[in-house]
């Protein structure tokens, strides 16, 4: 066995859609619920270094895969892409860019099917600026020695969503794309004139042909959608301690925004609702480290003209009470033009309250125990004097 999943019957008109990768006498097939076998005019190979199983045309690896749709297994994507030796994807890049390899010689491909570097080079490497990736295509001999490189640059510096407050003409919010005739069929879409995604083909953001209002499906075969909507977006963030991104789906409806949770495999409107929502962005670094500083996205919510904070999806961004006139740096709060520092994330927990003249500055981060910190700023006071202040918002004082 090599990969499985398991969809048991739910309702009774729609058969059972698990399906099984299993190796027999060094083939690999693909296999039913029921034992039968599927695709038998292709040859199945697992990909390089993954579990992932590659179909294969003619001698050529493709970026078909299968579907269930209609009570049959069929192959979707692009039935023209057997063209590549074997495919991956490249490391550390978040699905981003995929390995394409031609007679050992390799080249990269970005997600939507661009190619960035041709199928010509024995070894790839990269480097990483916010949105800016540069990457080495490296030629080598006999022995491994590099005897040409050439650079190639990809930017994914995308523009900000419709929807959504943003300040940020440099957001990083993903791109909407529609989705294709042949995606759309597969996920029995085809009745809709528009149908979008974000990186992500599921959950996919359906538009009414009638009343223009959106749904957003997560599943492949939407008994009902819901067409409530004005507009249906997505935001990222960041979690305390973390270089990870999020991202979380959000709503326009009349003049409210909110988020949706995803529970079940489904996306429910979050109970909390807002004026606004902004997308922000802040440089921070390790202040225990000499590496480079980078931005992170963070978010901020607006209830009758104050700013605070929520909780969402068990994803802690950053407890923030409903009390200030804006939150900036993802933590510093505003308030009469005082600022302080919040950060309710657990193990964390920052309080110094909004009093001080110019943003507080971290000058000390101890580690305790148990992943626990200890956090020292350095403030400046209405009588214009510097004080340290501790995480709990206590001041300390040079004892004459």
């Known amino acids: 066995m090599i990969d499985f999943t398991i969809q048991p019957r739910k309702y009774g008109s ?14 690999i097939y693909f296999i039913d619920a029921g034992n039968n076998r599927y695709f038998k005019d292709y040859e199945l190979i697992k990909s390089h270094n993954e579990k992932r199983v590659l179909f294969k045309k003619n001698g050529k690896v493709g970026f078909q895969r299968p579907s269930f749709n209609k009570g049959e297994w ?17 490391p ?14 390799k080249g990269l491909m970005f997600y939507d099917g661009e190619i960035i570097i041709p ?39 995308l523009p900000p969503l419709p929807g959504i407050i943003n300040k940020n003409k440099d957001s990083n919010l993903l791109e909407r794309k529609e989705m294709d005739a042949l995606y ?22 359906v538009k009414d042909n009638n009343s223009n209002k959106f749904g957003i499906v997560s599943t492949l075969k939407p008994e009902k959608i819901d067409f409530l909507y004005d507009d249906i977006f997505t935001v990222e963030y960041h979690i305390s301690g973390e270089k990870e991104k999020y991202k979380a789906y959000a709503f326009k409806k009349g003049n409210i925004y909110g988020l949706f949770d995803k529970s079940d495999n489904k996306y429910i409107p979050y ?63 505003v308030k009469d033009k005082m600022f302080g520092v919040w950060d309710d994330t657990p193990l964390r927990k920052i309080h110094i309250p909004a009093k001080y003249l110019i943003k507080p500055e ?7 125990a148990d992943a626990r910190r200890a956090y020292i700023y350095k403030c400046l006071n209405k009588e214009n004097k510097s004080v340290f202040v501790y995480r709990n918002g206590i001041e300390f004082y040079r004892k004459k």
Do not use: C, H
């Open 92 to 105: 550390n890049a978040n699905s981003l860019f995929t390995l394409i390899v031609v007679n050992k010689k």
């Open 271 to 333: 109970p909390y609702e807002y004026d606004a929502i902004k997308q922000k962005y802040y440089t921070t670094n390790d202040i225990n480290s000499s590496a480079a500083a980078y931005e992170m996205p963070y978010l901020v919510f607006s209830k009758k003209n104050k700013y605070g904070v929520d909780n969402f999806n068990l994803k802690l961004f950053n407890m923030i009470p409903f009390d200030y006139d804006d939150i900036v740096d993802r933590s510093m709060i």
């Open 184 to 205: 759309k069929k597969s996920y029995n879409l085809s009745n809709y004139n528009n149908v979008y995604y974000y990186r992500d083909y599921l959950p996919a953001i």
């Open 362 to 368: 971290l000058i000390k981060e101890i580690q305790i």
């Open 74 to 90: 069929k192959l979707i994507g692009d039935p023209t892409s057997y063209k590549y030796d074997n495919i991956y994807n490249y």
């Open 14 to 27: 729609i058969p059972p859609n698990s399906f099984y990768y299993v190796r027999k006498n060094n083939e």
């Open 119 to 157: 199928t010509e080079y024995d070894s790839i490497s990269y480097s990483k600026s916010l949105d800016v990736w540069d990457f080495n295509a490296y030629q080598l001999d006999n022995n491994k020695k590099i005897i040409q490189t050439k650079k190639y640059t990809k930017s994914i510096n």
